[in-house]
């Protein structure tokens, strides 16, 4: 099994700054068909979760232009450019490329 | 618009069964693979298991294989995840999610608790 680890686990941030959340994979999250298929998640207090980033680096329909992904292989990345209060919560990324699915420990988000 | 309902949780004793369902709407229900993922209370996500939009493809987690079965009914758009063999850890929100083209997580229900306890 791909094993998804998320650093750091939690992250006190102030408003109006910048965050970030690594997540390292076990092995090479490139498909057969050239896609890597890692996905980011939030998931805020009391909600269910809620897609930001799939496929890396590509937002989600709806998602604000301060959540941006990086990465490739093994080692991804991401970034928030300007903290907002409604940005709490626990952040978690997930790989789809092989069964079975496995998604990061989360990073709680939280503000100073 | 895209909704996904489930229903079906309960309190149950260790070594009993439930059946969940997710009801889909605002999409050809059909043409999407779904999965079930879960929440132990207070602890991160856990995926459980994937049924393709023809039932053709199904995979488990390793934890809960031989115990659950999903499952479809694409006439109805529903999905169902039998649970059988009920444990303690098994206790969670189960969540109903569509993966969408491109393999994405894109819609979520709001899930259902499933408590098991003596």
């Known amino acids: 099994d791909i094993v998804m680890t998320q650093t750091p686990l939690s992250s006190p941030v102030t408003l109006g700054q910048p965050a970030s959340i690594s997540c390292r994979s076990s092995q090479s999250l490139v498909h057969s068909d050239g896609n890597t298929y890692l996905s980011w998640l939030q998931q805020r207090p009391g909600q269910p979760p809620r897609l930001l980033i799939y496929k890396v680096s590509n937002r989600f329909s709806g998602v604000p232009d301060r959540f941006s992904g990086s990465g490739a292989g093994t080692e991804f990345t991401l970034k928030i450019s300007r903290v907002e209060a409604e940005d709490v919560g626990v952040y978690y990324c997930t790989q789809v490329t092989q069964f079975p699915r496995t998604f990061g420990q989360g990073t709680k988000l939280e503000i100073k | ?118």
């Open chain 2, 1 to 118: 618009e895209v909704q996904l309902v489930e229903s079906g949780g309960d309190l149950v004793q260790p070594g009993g069964s439930l059946r969940l369902s997710c009801a889909a709407s605002g999409f050809t229900f059909s043409n999407f693979g779904m999965n079930w993922v879960r929440q132990a209370p207070g602890k991160g996500l856990e995926w459980v298991s994937f049924i393709g939009s023809t039932s053709t493809a199904i995979y488990y987690a390793d934890s809960v294989r031989g115990r659950f079965t999903v499952s479809r009914d694409n006439a109805q758009n529903s999905l169902f995840l039998q649970i059988n063999s009920l444990r303690d850890d098994d206790t969670a929100v189960y969540y109903c999610v569509r993966l969408g083209g491109g393999r994405l997580d894109d819609y979520w229900g709001q899930g259902t608790l499933v408590t098991v306890s003596s």
